[in-house]
């Protein structure tokens, strides 16, 4: 049986790790978290993602799946751990640059278990020759020559927070191997557990390609939020505007939003950014716009706060429909829902502000001081101002609820939708 240790047990790390040992492979997870270690040995999982309570439970009771703190010998390695941005030369325009302090750990700590014939893939998402950076730390920490000794490949994951288990298995993935040996090595591994294709390319494409894709997105959203407020301004209905433009055969407008949360697509452009800052200018531009768009619409309800107070002189209930990163997941990381609902919280003397988060736990919260609704009907029902944030499809129940008198400022497009189906 082929042993496979796994680097960072997070929400990439421990749906591979879980993946990994459904297929057959003897897994062992390494984190420098203590208690994440705990709990996942105890059949907890510490993050939150669609069935894996179960998933993991049943391969922790299967023997397949061990995590620890120390690192396991292994004749595969996967480095699933954080990049996030720094910005290192404030002075700099705001540049974020790359953090790469987790993948160079990781590779001092495989290399001290580091054998002959071993293969190492890095699946964090990284800057354009990072992976080269990496494997010559594995070489140095280990005495061993790479491609000769050992092996090493950047497969980016690109799984989508709430589908993970059905995109890692389905998902065609793109192999950038340090040498041929690598990329075949990792075809192989790979083609264990997936059913999507295996593309082998040279390292430094299969680094950039998961920064194109996540750059794209980013873009389009930013592209999407201009479009928007640009319609806004003349009355135009900007998710009706979208749809149409969207009915030609080669326009796809993703959707406005209010913002972009998670902690990829708000992150990964700045690592192109950063490395080629003169041919970036756009995906700077869509970046900005995007991180513009929580503070715009706060302003917009202090305005509509003052309005509503001129006119009734009474201070505003406002609900705020959603607080998670996107709809139906219940992931609140840089959740820019959160982050608006946070502020406008804070400004007890302009307005009074209550929440209803369908998807998120009643203990986690009570931890966040916000007043709360438990039901959709009630929280409308207390509300002057509904401001709907999130489209979870929950909220399209709103359609059975009295909205006549309330004023909706709505940033995600649901009702354009509600009354449309
Ligand atoms: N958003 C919009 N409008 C849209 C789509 C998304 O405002 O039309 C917002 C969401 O509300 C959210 C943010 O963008 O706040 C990001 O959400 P997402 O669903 O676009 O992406 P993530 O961050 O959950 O996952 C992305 C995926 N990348 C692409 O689709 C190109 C996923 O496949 C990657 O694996 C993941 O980043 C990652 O880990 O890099």
Request: glycine share 4%; hydrophobic share 40%.
């Amino acid at each position: 049986m082929e042993r496979v240790t796994i680097v960072g047990l997070g929400y990439i790390g421990l749906p591979t790790a879980i993946v990994c040992a459904q297929s057959g492979y003897k897994v062992s997870g390494f984190d420098i978290d203590q208690d994440k270690v705990k709990k996942i040995n105890a059949g907890i999982s510490p993050i939150l993602e669609t069935g894996i309570d179960k998933k993991l439970k049943n391969i922790i009771n299967s023997g397949n799946l061990k995590a620890s703190n120390k690192i396991k010998q292994a004749n595969i390695f996967i480095v699933a751990v954080p990049t996030p941005f720094i910005i290192k030369n404030k002075t700099n325009n705001n540049i974020k640059e790359i953090d790469l302090s987790y993948v160079f750990s990781a590779a001092k700590n495989i290399a001290k278990v580091l054998e002959k014939n071993n293969l190492v893939i890095l699946e964090s998402t990284v800057s354009v020759g990072a992976t080269e950076k990496f494997a010559e730390i594995l070489e140095k920490n280990s005495g061993l020559k790479i491609t000769k000794d050992f092996f090493v490949a950047h497969c980016p994951e690109r799984v989508l927070p709430g589908k993970i288990f059905e995109e890692l298995i389905n998902n065609n993935r793109v192999i950038g191997g340090l040498c041929a040996n690598a990329s075949q090595l990792a075809k192989k591994f790979y083609s264990q557990f997936v059913k999507g294709q295996l593309f082998v390319t040279e390292v430094k494409t299969a680094e950039m390609v998961k920064l194109a894709e996540n750059s794209y997105r980013d873009v389009n959203i930013a592209f999407a939020n201009q479009i928007a407020a640009m319609a806004k301004s003349v009355g135009i209905d900007p998710f009706k505007l979208i749809e149409l433009a969207n009915m030609h055969p080669r326009v796809n407008i993703l959707s406005p939003g209010c913002g972009v949360g998670g902690h990829c697509i708000a992150v990964d452009p700045w690592f192109l950014v950063s490395s080629f800052p003169k041919d970036s200018l756009l995906l700077k531009a869509a970046r900005n716009i995007n991180d513009n768009k929580p503070e715009k619409i706060i302003k917009n309800i202090f305005k509509l706060s003052q309005t509503f107070y001129k006119k009734n002189k009474t201070i505003p209930k406002i609900i705020s429909l959603g607080l998670t990163f996107k709809p139906d997941v219940d992931d609140m990381r840089e959740s820019p829902a959160l982050k608006i609902s946070k502020k406008l919280n804070s400004q007890k003397n302009k307005l009074t502000l209550a929440i209803f988060e369908p998807n998120i736990s009643n203990n986690i919260l009570d931890n966040l001081d916000f007043k709360k609704f438990n039901n959709l009907k009630e929280a409308i029902n207390w509300s002057d101002i509904i401001l709907i944030l999130v489209p979870h499809s929950i909220f399209f129940e709103l359609k059975n609820i009295n909205l006549k008198d309330k004023i909706i400022v709505d940033e995600c497009g649901l009702v354009y939708r509600m009354y449309k189906n």
